[in-house]
């Protein structure tokens, strides 16, 4: 087996590994806490008959180490069970789970385009213009807006854009027409704010720590033009590098979608998890978490690989 193979294989068995830990962790978790799911789907229409009734519709009679192999059985074949919440008591997690990724994918994606396109040319601005005051300037915004928390950035941009200016909707995403498009702006501006801040400053380090190269002094002394020698020898160079951070970030988009989802009222997995979690719905918040986890897992997995790819190094 070569050295590229053994590494991906001791990679996916690390994830099926995590995976399941994961999967167990977060059933133990909703098991053990002391809010009762039938008690809270039923809440007024509370009788001992209809709370047996919906315990074994729902298996919750059955010993736990049956639950737990129904559980595992059932994130095999792909069957996430039913919702045990009172607002959407009995629906497919499965058909919840189709509405909310989607959404999810959609605010992540367009988030993660535009913090690469603000934040990168920041941070290439700010390396060429180094301790000049562009990028003193620059630096100090992409810090502010890092900085600052989303729970405190888009409270204040709905107050201001939204309820005073009245240039944008505050809640809302993707309703047909112009409106639906105008939903979109606040939220996914507000989630790319802060990656923005972070690609800039990554971008804009990794770009100085190889302009600092005895490479790129070489080129230089050989009379090459400065923008032959950022452009072919100084960029190109912090791919690498720059690879390596937004492997992680793409899962960071999809798991820190919570506060805005929650904040804008974006119907995707985020608030979903934040409406099970409050409601004691078990199936939900499980397969949310794992789903979640099973993304970011992936997506690191399929970092390492790429990473390994390019750099002999890492799988030796």
């Not at 005073?164 to 939220?187: A, F, S």
């Not at 918040?285 to 890492?314: C, G, K, Q």
Request: proline content about 5%; glycine content about 8%.
């Amino acid at each position: 087996m070569t050295n590229m193979a053994a590494f991906a294989v001791r990679r996916f068995l690390a994830m099926v590994i995590v995976l399941y830990l994961i999967a167990t962790l977060v059933f133990l978790i909703a098991h053990a806490a002391p809010v009762n799911p039938v008690y809270q789907a039923l809440d007024q229409k509370y009788t001992p008959r209809a709370a047996a009734q919906l315990r074994h519709e729902f298996g919750l009679d059955q010993p736990l180490w049956r639950q737990y192999s129904n559980y595992i059985g059932g994130l095999l074949h792909g069957d996430l069970g039913k919702s045990e919440s009172r607002s959407t008591l009995g629906e497919s997690v499965s058909g919840m789970l189709k509405r909310g990724v989607p959404v999810t994918l959609k605010l992540g994606f367009m988030a993660l385009m535009l913090a690469l396109v603000v934040g990168l040319p920041v941070g290439l601005i700010s390396a060429i213009k180094q301790n000049s005051i562009i990028d003193h300037g620059t630096q100090g915004l992409m810090i502010f807006v890092y900085a600052v928390p989303t729970f405190v950035l888009a409270p204040l941009a709905q107050l201001v854009i939204g309820a005073q200016l009245k240039w944008l909707p505050v809640t809302g995403w993707g309703d047909p027409g112009v409106l639906g498009y105008k939903e979109m702006i606040m939220p996914v501006c507000i989630y790319a704010a802060g990656l923005a801040g972070y690609f800039s400053k990554s971008f804009r380090s990794f770009l100085l720590e190889v302009l600092n190269q005895d490479y790129i002094r070489t080129a230089r002394a050989k009379g090459l033009q400065e923008r032959v020698v950022l452009y072919t020898h100084a960029i190109k160079n912090t791919l690498l590098p720059l690879a390596s951070i937004v492997g992680p970030v793409v899962a960071y988009l999809i798991t820190g979608a919570f506060i805005t989802e929650t904040l804008f009222s974006i119907p995707g997995v985020g608030n979903f998890t934040v409406e099970s979690t409050v409601n004691s719905d078990y199936p939900v918040i499980e397969a949310t978490v794992v789903l979640l986890a099973a993304f970011v897992v992936v997506v690191n997995f399929l970092t390492d690989i790429f990473y390994a790819l390019v750099d002999p190094r890492v799988r030796l």
